[in-house]
């Protein structure tokens, strides 16, 4: 490790190999990833269980209270190592000090230097079957997310305001506000719903990343 | 704008979103402009600008649903959205694609069928699991992996059918030889000596298109709606061992897809 001292500020490089496999170029820098997600790696690393998401006590206990628990490991070395999650897509995330939310089981990997934490997000949470909180991704550098098929990535501007079906939700970042519609009639009790009885309605400035794949929610009957 | 420029994938904005066309292999956008579209519930995944949707239901849509929408006990599964916007179709991260029908027929698996406008009219095949699209206009379907378009004489392996355009019903095919004889007989019954579970095609004659998909991993199915309880409608009255078997069940070795109690062995 002594050896990267003459790296002032080295950030590890992240690439994508095909669609379902990300690829980490070290050189003595470090990176958090999803615990087990290492496929392959060439040089010398070193594999540390990070507790709690690495974030110390105080994370460690709000992810367990919260329920937002990643089990994260941070990997030091030199060369590359790559990372894959059960061949779902992979999606880059270029960080400039905006935060990013992401639900904690669709983050793969992030730059070290970049801050996690956990944030209520209220309804919206609960409408995807993902619970109130979610994880978010603070700080300057790059993170990888999973999406189920590749992730379209869509901008919200002032005049442009977004609905998201909340299954198909992974993350967003920038400055948005959420808000939670709901569709709820009389009609979707009767049995003659518009079957996009709940969304996630964002304003603001900023992405939104969707999947082409809608996980099981609670709103997905109605 | 260059804030969140890097490595990530391309941004897309109203403005930069297709209409009506892919905007990859797994997200299909429809613009809509005051216009209509019939749509399976849940597949949208995102939208912008105001779109409502309305149940089949819905009292004002009654017109429309006369004129394009023949399925009354399938109704709970399709909404219809209306309004002016753009808004996003995907369906468990299978491919989609778009298809124009010019005056023309297509019947397809009814799990498969993802949205459609309302030019066209949607009736519930006789062949039971299948609906058909009838008339000109633009329709959504899903498959897993690309499809492929043929042309008749054919024979296809069931869980490869997406459906098929013009042609008419397809048929059993059974490969006769290999279940007869003693030999066959013994196969059949203890699933030795190999069964290529192959055994059992749909064959398509005459003039038209046949579309598969590149696997058999079936789409979940959709009610289709019950047939009316008459004489002469098939799947009316029996519980359906239809063309298509449990889909994703695998059969036994031995069982060759119930094929020996068709041939009374």
New interface residues.
């Given amino acids: 490790m002594g050896a990267a001292g003459g790296y002032l500020r080295s950030v590890a490089m992240f690439r994508l190999q095909g669609s379902k496999v990300l690829a980490v170029e070290m050189t003595g820098d470090a990176v958090k990833a999803k615990n087990g997600s290492m496929v392959a790696y060439d040089g010398q690393m070193a594999f540390k269980k990070l507790s709690g998401g690495g974030e110390g006590i105080r994370g460690m206990v709000t992810r367990r209270i919260t329920g937002e628990q990643m089990t994260v490991m941070e990997v030091r070395g030199q060369g590359t190592c790559w990372f894959a999650d059960r061949a779902s897509e992979i999606n880059l995330v270029g960080l400039q000090g905006d935060k990013l939310y992401v639900e904690s089981s669709n983050l793969l990997a992030t730059d070290a230097g970049l801050r996690t934490g956990t944030t209520f997000t209220g309804l919206r949470g609960a409408s995807q079957g993902n619970g109130l909180f979610t994880t978010t991704v603070e700080g300057h550098g790059q993170a990888a997310i999973t999406s189920d098929g590749p992730a379209v990535v869509l901008r919200v501007s002032p005049q442009f305001p977004l609905s998201v079906d909340p299954g198909a939700y992974i993350a967003h970042q920038g400055n948005l506000r959420q808000s939670f519609q709901s569709g709820v009639t009389f009609r979707t009790l009767m049995g003659e719903g518009g079957g996009e009885a709940f969304q996630i309605r964002f304003e603001g400035d900023g992405l939104v990343y969707v999947q082409p794949s809608e996980r099981n929610t609670i709103a997905g009957d109605v | 704008m260059s ?12 403005m930069t979103l297709p209409s009506d066309d892919n ?2 292999n ?2 299909f956008c429809v613009e809509l402009k005051g216009s209509q579209w019939f ?4 597949k ?5 600008g105001s779109i ?7 009292g004002r849509l009654d017109r429309l649903v006369r004129t394009s929408f023949h399925s009354p006990l399938h109704a ?1 599964d ?2 219809v959205a209306e309004g002016s916007g753009k808004m ?1 179709l ?4 299978f491919d ?1 694609n778009s298809y124009d029908l010019e005056d023309g027929n297509l019947t397809i698996r009814s799990g498969n069928l993802l949205a459609f406008q309302p030019t066209l009219a949607l009736k519930q095949s006789i062949v039971p699991g299948f609906l058909t699209l009838i008339g000109t206009g633009k329709f959504v379907a899903a498959s897993n992996g690309p499809v492929v378009f043929m042309e008749p004489p054919i024979r296809v392996d069931p869980q490869a059918l997406v459906g098929w355009a013009d042609c008419p019903s397809p048929c059993h095919h059974y490969d006769h030889g290999y279940m007869t004889g003693l030999m066959g007989g013994l196969r059949a019954m203890t699933g030795l000596g190999g069964a290529s579970g192959e055994e059992h095609q749909f064959e398509f004659v005459g003039a038209g298109t046949v579309l598969l998909q590149s696997s058999e991993t079936l789409m979940a199915e959709q009610a289709t709606g019950a047939v009316p309880h008459q004489a002469g409608v098939p799947g009316s009255g029996v519980p359906s061992t239809g063309p298509s078997p449990q889909s994703g069940v695998p059969r036994l070795p031995g069982q060759l897809g119930d094929l020996q109690r068709r041939f009374g062995l």
């Fill in positions: 804030q969140y420029a890097g490595a990530g994938p391309t941004v897309h904005d109203p905007i990859n797994y997200t749509l399976q519930k849940g949208m995944i995102a939208y912008y409502d949707f309305n149940g089949i239901g819905h709970s399709w909404v996003l995907a369906d468990r991260a989609v």
